[in-house]
């Protein structure tokens, strides 16, 4: 590709994954959408939807900038949903740098639903690919539909990851002590509860049998009443 200095081998390669121009039915968001835009309006939707890919290197650089490692792991999540053609292979190298932040799985809150969104999308995609292409009784919607559950799954689990490090951050900033003594509280505050009920149990159990001797001795006036007359 080299040969006489032709810059050939950049077209096919670069300019090639920029433009979009292989409209192949994948798993991304690119092919569907610019099968129905207009030919004047191409390259404008593609100018932002590249843009949009790469936006988000800046404001995750500053926010995540002490956990290089953690950024890029997101914008691995982040590329495998945006790129101009995805394939299983994004989403394998994003699921195992996943295991080096294993501490944070504790703090995410929509692991389950992004994992079955995923576990939906590799039992359907195949099916909906065979009853389009291969059976012929479905069309297109089916398969961009199944796309578009793959990139909820993985943007999903991707921003669930970025909420898990800012707030196990802000745990051992601010609130690692102030749950360890709001636990303590909560502790005396139930045996206090405890013992409460324990005091007003032995109460009402010494006014029972108060009641219960004062009733049978009441019984035994009368009785002693009723023999005499």
Not at 91 to 113: I, N
Not at 133 to 151: C, D, E, L, P, Q
Not at 155 to 160: E, K, N, Q
């Amino acid at each position: 590709a080299m040969e006489g200095n032709s810059w050939g081998f950049f077209r096919a390669s670069t300019l090639f994954v920029v433009s979009a121009s292989d409209l192949t039915p994948n798993l991304g968001l690119f092919w569907y959408f610019f099968l129905e835009v207009f030919d004047h309006f191409r390259l404008f939707f593609t100018v932002v939807f590249q843009l949009h890919a790469v936006v988000y290197v800046l404001p995750l650089s500053i926010k995540l900038r002490k956990v290089p490692l953690l950024m890029m792991v997101v914008l691995c999540g982040i590329l495998s949903i945006l790129k101009s053609f995805p394939s299983i292979a994004d989403l394998a190298l994003f699921a195992a740098l996943l295991p080096a932040w294993d501490y944070l799985f504790l703090y995410m809150r929509f692991t389950l639903l992004s994992v079955n969104l995923l576990v939906f999308v590799a039992a359907l995609a195949p099916v909906f690919w065979h009853i389009w292409v291969r059976a012929g009784t479905g069309n297109a919607n089916f398969f961009y539909a199944i796309g578009m559950v793959y990139s909820l799954g993985i943007m999903l689990f991707t921003v669930d990851l970025v909420f898990a490090h800012l707030r196990r951050r802000f745990d051992l900033l601010h609130g690692v002590r102030v749950s360890v003594l709001r636990h303590k509280q909560q502790q005396q505050q139930q045996q206090q509860q405890q013992q409460q009920r324990g005091s007003t149990g032995i109460h009402s159990a010494g006014q029972t049998e108060d009641d219960r001797t004062d009733h049978e001795s009441g019984d035994e006036e009368f009785g002693g009443e009723l023999q005499m007359r």
